[in-house]
């Protein structure tokens, strides 16, 4: 049975497709509206805060034409949903048997909504946040991994398994769930996101729905930790990440120097015109090589400890490190006062990305809102839509802390530059266009915008 809902409006058909429930456009005598099949109208009322109050059925049509008023908030109850699947029943499995697995293995570990997905293409849903846990078959945040043989390996969990398949790699921003036998990715955890990369969905895989089960039992393990148990995995992964990413970097200034010495070695044996010049160059390298080839321990700690020192400050969430190097801060959300009137202005959480020799080496982009103020989609007052920077004096000091791998003091002084602003500039001045900061967080941080009207009456807020 299909239902009919009328009067749809934009706003709920794009929260729909948003959390990838399916419908189509369709009108009932003269009214508009959208037809949802029966397995999806519990979550499609819970979408919309809407609660079901009567229902006349179309048997003409075969169509139920649905009553509903608003409603409060109620959690869909625990289960799983089916949502988009595609492929032909002879060479696709059918989504009951992977629906069957996820109630048997994920189910009791979660405890929750889970909605599963399953493409026949390349598919790279990005992670959604609704309270409800998305299973995506063959799918990856990332997109399309490896192709043909590659590094899929002839079996998975013991399974035997078709090598010359599309395959999908992970994004490497959250728990990457491994095959223990062969070490080969085979899902990731971005959240309450569950991608699996192997096209286990397809029948000529070969034992698809088995394998499928194995991964479950890897994800049932991570969703059985107790918050504080994620979070410890999370942050010793990505400190690690961190110590490698800027190792990596330290190591490549190191090749540099030594090629610099080959290089000047080569120049004093051709000009002897030059040879104190040459020297002089030649001994400055000759003499941080040596001191860095010997302190490469000492360099380890030093970046583990400005690791630590990071998620300590209270306006940083998360730190993560890409597969290219690219060192990613997420902070919580920051503010700015806006000198003229005094008044508090919240300018959102940011995802600062930081990669020395990268068109914009540090990037700024709001993960809450996007204001037209000197343009468009603007990030804060002085940050563009591509997440690039009005810098100006900032500019210079910024790039000698990421040219020394300074990092602990890069990012504390690219939060100050966020939560600053210039009014006498054609961009600054639009800090106005940004919301107020609520009351209550205006008073508790009075002591770290003193200029605020209120940081003469209340006292500064302890941590």
């Known amino acids: 049975m299909q239902y009919f809902i009328s009067e749809s409006s934009p706003e709920q058909m794009a ?3 948003e959390a990838l429930v399916p419908f189509s456009l369709w009108r009932h005598e003269q009214n508009n509206g959208i037809l949802v099949a029966e397995q999806h109208l519990a979550l499609t009322l819970h979408l919309l805060r809407r609660v079901l109050v009567a ?24 289960g799983v949903i089916s949502l988009a699947w595609s492929g032909d029943p002879r060479d696709y ?17 979660v405890n929750k909504p889970i909605l599963l997905t399953g493409y026949r293409m390349a598919n790279n849903p990005r992670p959604l946040y609704n309270g409800m846990v998305y299973v995506h078959v063959w799918a990856s945040s990332k997109g399309r991994g490896t192709d043909g043989n590659g590094n899929i390996p002839e079996t998975l969990f013991g399974l035997p398994c078709k090598r010359n398949m599309n395959w999908f790699a992970p994004a490497n921003v959250g728990e990457v769930i491994r095959d223990p036998g062969n070490d080969c990715p085979v899902a990731e955890i971005i959240g309450d ?11 000529t895989v070969g034992n698809g729905v088995e394998i499928f089960r194995k991964i479950l039992e890897k994800v049932a393990d991570w969703f059985s930790l107790s918050p504080s148990e ?22 490549r200034n190191h090749s540099t120097l030594v090629e610099k010495i080959k290089g000047q070695e080569s ?9 104190e010049g040459q020297m002089r160059q030649y001994q400055e ?12 321990a000492i360099w380890n700690e030093r970046f583990g400890s400005e690791f630590d020192a990071l998620m300590r400050v209270p306006k940083i969430k998360k730190i993560s490190v890409l597969p290219d190097g690219t060192i990613v801060v997420e902070t919580r959300t ?76 890069l990012v504390m002084y690219a939060i100050q530059y966020l939560e600053s602003v210039n009014t006498d500039d054609s961009a600054g001045k639009y800090i106005s266009n940004w919301p107020l900061a609520d009351q209550q967080v205006v008073v508790a941080l009075a002591h770290t915008f003193p200029d605020s009207p209120e940081s003469n009456t209340v006292p500064a807020v302890a941590g």
């Open 93 to 109: 499995f059918t989504p009951e048997l992977f629906a069957e697995a996820i109630e048997e293995v994920l189910l009791p570990a």
């Open 193 to 203: 996101n569950v991608y699996i990369f192997p096209p286990v969905n397809i029948k």
């Open 55 to 78: 229902g006349v059925e179309d048997e003409r049509n075969g169509v139920c034409v649905t009553c509903l008023e608003e409603a409060d908030f109620e959690p869909v109850p625990p």
């Open 334 to 409: 920051l503010y700015c006062l806006d000198p003229r009137d005094k008044k508090l202005h919240e300018l959102g959480r940011f995802r600062i990305s930081i990669k020395k020799g990268a068109e914009i080496p540090v990037c700024f982009l709001n993960l809450t809102r996007r204001v037209k103020g000197y343009g468009e989609g603007m990030n804060a007052p002085h940050v563009f839509p591509d997440g690039h920077a009005c810098l100006g004096n900032a500019a210079e000091t910024l790039n000698s802390l990421l040219v020394n791998h300074e990092y602990l003091g």
């Open 230 to 251: 994620r979070y410890a995995k999370e942050r010793e992964r990505s400190r690690l990440s961190f110590i490698k990413a800027s190792m990596t970097r330290f190591n």
């Open 267 to 275: 120049l004093l044996t051709q000009s002897r015109q030059t040879i």
């Open 285 to 296: 390298a000759l003499k941080v090589i040596s001191g860095t080839k010997q302190d490469q």
């Open 15 to 17: 929260k729909l497709s």
